[in-house]
């Protein structure tokens, strides 16, 4: 079992930053792909990026790609998701998930945080 917990998420003005965390904990990640998810009220959740955790390879979604950023920290089991730029339409809350294989597929994951509010003003 792995778990997962969020945080860094607030309120923030447009064209601000903030940093999200996700603590892992229980079994060792160091072989899994940890992604982001966001999900916006009454919309589907999708996708902002994923990190395999072997070799440190990255890929966003395209609505986030030059304004995010995910990184991890071998030493404190974390995962990171930096966030520039925001934008009002990057309201939601961010979910922090854990599997065995890296895609855009929330499918993929098998393991999930309990999510952090993300609220972007105009």
């Known amino acids: 079992q792995v778990q997962l917990v969020e945080s860094g998420g607030g309120l923030v003005q447009a064209g601000g930053s903030l940093r999200l965390s996700c603590a892992a904990s229980?079994?060792?990640?160091?072989?899994?792909?940890m992604g982001w998810f966001r999900q916006a009220p009454g919309k589907e959740r999708e996708f902002v990026a994923v990190?395999?955790?072997?070799?440190?390879?990255?890929y966003y979604a395209d609505s986030v790609k030059g304004r995010f950023t995910i990184s991890r920290d071998n030493a404190k089991n974390t995962v990171y998701l930096q966030m520039n730029s925001l934008k009002p339409e990057d309201t939601a809350i961010y979910y922090c998930?854990?599997?065995?294989?890296?895609?855009?597929?929330?499918?993929?994951?098998?393991?999930w945080g309990q999510g952090t509010q993300v609220t972007v003003s105009s």
């Open positions: 229980g079994r060792t990640v160091s072989s899994y792909a």
């Open positions: 998930a854990a599997g065995t294989v890296a895609g855009g597929s929330s499918n993929l994951y098998h393991y």
């Open positions: 990190l395999r955790w072997s070799g440190g390879s990255t």
